[in-house]
């Protein structure tokens, strides 16, 4: 009878196992067995979620001193139920349980209960804000459970690994373990209904804005849970859904569904459900103008986080959320405290990330708090104070590898690196959907084992200040630093002589024009009423941009995607007046400005690099982008060899160049650590979405030589190079996944590997008109113009052309605008 009650509860299918554990309990008694009698009745615990968890904790804290439970297999019994409704309620207490789990259970030869239990682990140091260690233990946890044939912690690791993307917007990677999860769960006999995955679910396709299926699997679990007992999972699936009719802009549903979360979450002594409910009503209500009720709210929220104190993730959310609200209230001061409060626990956070793009998501998700408390210090005249709490959050990743990236040595490749090479090569030479959809899993979970790199672990020692910023800043030269929010945006106007906050419309209707813009210059068409609305809502407030001809934009969201040069008022396009630069922030901007000062004379003024020279097919036009990675998408780039030596023409010698056959990713990386003027690639480009680790240059094959052909994000970061200026003669280069944090792109790679100037695409560009631009711009810095101006002239003359926006608007020049060659 136990055993079989065991079984079931091995899969998570504690609601059937209960009254089996409850007959096996009193006959236990009965037969004067109390060890095995009390394994069985907490083994009934666990099924029933309406009582008060901090009550059943410190009850089984009581078994556990009982003489029935120094029986090994009770107290590990007891140990592991505990750590269960702990990870749920107090994560702290749960790591420093599931730590005995492990230790009892390896004593006692339940290895696959050891593997268990440093998941559990993980997922309470990812609540506790430790993610390095959390994903180590989660992964190491889910792979085990496939070895050791365990479907039921197969299911719950890929579960909360998914779950622990949704938290951090990385909605559509979400998606590939959740429904392994998914499926593994209902196609396995004996295992529960996935839980976690499917709330999980229901999260990231709201995310991607897929409201309908993301409601309509809200409301299915919402009905299968009526009846049951499962107070917890019905207090987060009213969360989730309300969340789906926040962002759908139904704001009452919202409220009806976050009241009713917190009223279970109170009843049962769910604090994190109080806490992440409570911040959200408190928003909820806020926005509908009720500053009383979103003061309780919010006030609840964090009265209830002191009694999870060690869990951190939502105090600064909570913390923030707060101090807009006193702010509007007129209680300045106590808000500039509740602002300082959570920025100093978000950098906790941040430095223990366990990799730069958690690094990047962790800071777009705690955005708001600095974004907040940059409109506050701007409305109290703060300037110095207002340009450093927005720098703390922007081009972080980017500061910190131009501080400390000389530091870092290269390394040999790791075997898990290798094997992430030779799955890459296997990739691109497969046309086989069904070869393909296995070789992107098994990249997918070679990449879980890749170390972090080391820079994760570093601190940038300071945000520029003001000063020093504009001493950056030429007499001609206005920087725009950006700030998307609701229900106004923002944006700081620097000159090298004056500093001016400006007010903006929302962050959805600055974003919607943007995507929309972008849009139809991709379709070649040109649209200049909603050029001119951009303008107006972006430039149009600021009089020092007619004082001004050098435009410095640090964009925010979608602005990151969207050509400037591109934007119109009354008198045309902006690039036949100004000069577009764009910087990941201002200290990025300064650092690059100080590094550009400092460089030596160069031995190799020149490295050109086109690999795909043979002669044209019968496609028309040829674009230098993939879908894939994929050997047949690689088409002939026949303008690209004309394109690199005709630059060389134009440059000083010696150059080299690599050709066809010759232009390997393992040459290029050998030749990049040169020091060096100007480094072009014309190459096909690969811009990933969803994994921009992904994203990549590809470079001729290369076989023996222990590359892929692919030199992916990951790999330019580790480069160090010693270049003034990066050309990135392929498609979609600068695009990337957009945050408030930045973009996690093949651009930003580069700068933090060290060149001073990237110039970078935003969409796929034609071959031809390609080569004829690059000829262009490389024909104006032969007669020494700086490179911002070189790029605006060449563009002009395709406009000038009566060319539209898609042939000239994608180059952007990315880092330092200045100097000549």
């Not at 709330?199 to 009846?227: C, T, V, W």
């Not at 009089?543 to 969201?557: C, M, N, R, S």
């Not at 650092?591 to 690999?611: D, K, N, T, W």
């Amino acid at each position: 009878m136990l055993d079989k009650a065991d079984t079931l509860s091995w899969g998570n299918r504690w609601a059937e196992a209960q009254p089996i554990y409850a007959k096996a309990s009193q006959l236990f008694r009965l037969q004067n067995r109390p060890s095995k009698a009390l394994y069985a009745a907490v083994s009934e615990i666990p099924a029933d979620e309406s009582v008060s968890a901090p009550a059943t904790i410190l009850r089984l804290t009581q078994d556990l001193a009982k003489p029935e439970a120094q029986d090994p297999e009770t107290k590990l019994r007891i140990l592991t139920i505990r750590g269960m409704l702990q990870v749920n309620y107090d994560a702290a207490e749960a790591r420093a349980t599931w730590q005995e789990v492990f230790s009892l259970a390896i004593k006692l030869h339940h290895y696959e209960l050891a593997t268990r239990a440093e998941g559990e682990q993980g997922i309470a140091a990812f609540i506790l804000g430790d993610t390095d260690t959390a994903k180590k233990q989660v992964v190491r946890a889910w792979g085990l459970s496939k070895v050791e044939r365990d479907p039921a912690a197969t299911v719950r690791y890929a579960s909360v690994f998914g779950a622990g993307l949704v938290q951090l917007h990385r909605y559509k990677e979400a998606l590939t373990p959740l429904d392994q999860a998914i499926k593994i769960a209902t196609s396995t006999k004996g295992l529960a209904y996935p839980t976690i995955a499917v709330y999980a679910k229901i999260e990231a396709l709201a995310g991607l804005h897929q409201y309908e299926p993301a409601l309509a699997l809200a409301n299915r679990s919402l009905a299968r849970l009526q009846g049951t007992t499962y107070e917890a999972h019905k207090s987060q699936v009213y969360i989730s859904r309300g969340s789906i009719s926040r962002e759908s802009g139904n704001w009452t549903a919202a409220i009806s569904d976050y009241e009713q979360a917190i009223n279970i979450s109170k009843k049962i002594d769910n604090y994190r459900g109080v806490t992440d409910a409570g911040g959200l009503l408190a928003q909820s209500y806020e926005h509908v103008g009720n500053l009383p009720g979103a003061l309780n709210a919010i006030n609840d929220a964090i009265e209830a986080n002191t009694k999870i104190p060690d869990e951190l993730y939502l105090v600064p959310r909570n913390l923030a959320i707060k101090a807009g609200i006193m702010g509007q209230l007129g209680h300045v001061d106590e808000s500039d405290a509740l602002y300082r409060k959570s920025i100093a626990l978000v950098d906790v956070m941040i430095e223990h990330a366990a990799t730069i793009n958690i690094q990047r998501y962790l800071l777009a998700e705690m955005s708001d708090v600095y974004s907040g408390y940059f409109a506050s210090l701007c409305r109290q005249k703060r300037y110095e104070e207002a340009l450093g709490a927005l720098e703390k959050v922007r081009g972080r990743v980017e500061s910190e590898a131009l501080e400390h990236h000389a530091s870092q040595p290269v390394h040999p490749a790791t075997p898990e690196e290798s094997e992430l090479t030779r799955l890459n090569i296997a990739l691109i030479n497969t046309d086989d959907p069904a070869a393909r959809a296995s070789i992107t899993n098994a990249i997918y979970t070679s990449e879980l084992q890749i170390n972090p790199s080391t820079l994760t672990q570093e601190t940038i020692a300071h945000p520029v200040h003001l000063k020093v910023l504009q001493r950056s800043l030429s007499p001609n030269a206005l920087l725009i630093e950006y700030v998307l929010a609701e229900p106004n945006s923002q944006a700081f106007a620097i000159t090298h002589d004056s500093v001016t906050p400006y007010r903006l419309p929302s962050k959805s209707v600055i974003e919607e024009d943007a995507n929309q813009y972008r849009k139809e210059i991709r379709g070649e068409k040109e649209d200049r009423a909603l050029a001119q609305r951009l303008f107006a809502e972006l430039l149009g407030p600021m009089k020092e941009y007619a004082q001004k001809t050098d435009l410095v934009i640090v964009p925010d969201g979608s602005l990151h995607l969207l050509p400037f040069s591109a934007l119109a008022d009354k008198a045309g396009y902006v690039l036949k007046t100004h000069t577009v630069d764009v910087a990941p922030s201002a200290t990025v901007f300064d650092l690059i400005a100080q590094r550009a000062q400092g460089r030596e004379v160069v031995s190799m003024p020149y490295i050109g690099v086109a690999a795909w020279t043979q002669p044209a097919d019968t496609r028309n036009p040829i674009v230098r982008a993939i879908t894939g990675p994929q050997r047949s998408q690689l088409v002939p780039l026949p303008d690209s060899k004309q394109e690199v030596e005709t630059i060389a023409e134009d440059l000083p010698h010696p150059s080299t160049i690599l050709l066809g056959a010759d232009a390997t990713e393992s040459r290029f990386k050998k030749l990049s650590s040169e020091s060096t003027d100007v480094i072009h690639l014309a190459l096909h480009g690969y811009a990933d979405i969803d994994y921009p680790d992904r994203s990549a240059l590809i470079f001729a094959p290369d076989q023996g030589s222990g590359e892929d052909g692919l030199l992916q994000v990951r790999e330019i970061r580790g480069l160090h190079l010693k270049a003034r200026m990066v050309t990135l003669s392929a498609c979609n280069t600068g695009v990337g996944p957009v945050g408030q944090a930045g973009v996690a792109n093949l651009v930003n790679a580069f700068i933090e590997a060290g060149a001073d100037t990237v110039v970078s695409t935003l969409w796929e560009l034609e071959d031809h008109t390609t080569e004829h631009l690059m000829a262009q711009f490389y024909s104006k810095l032969a007669v020494h113009n700086r490179k911002v101006e070189a790029l605006r002239t060449a563009q002009l003359e395709l406009l000038d052309r009566g060319l539209p926006p898609y042939y000239w608007a994608s180059f952007q020049i990315v880092g330092d605008p200045n100097g000549t060659f």
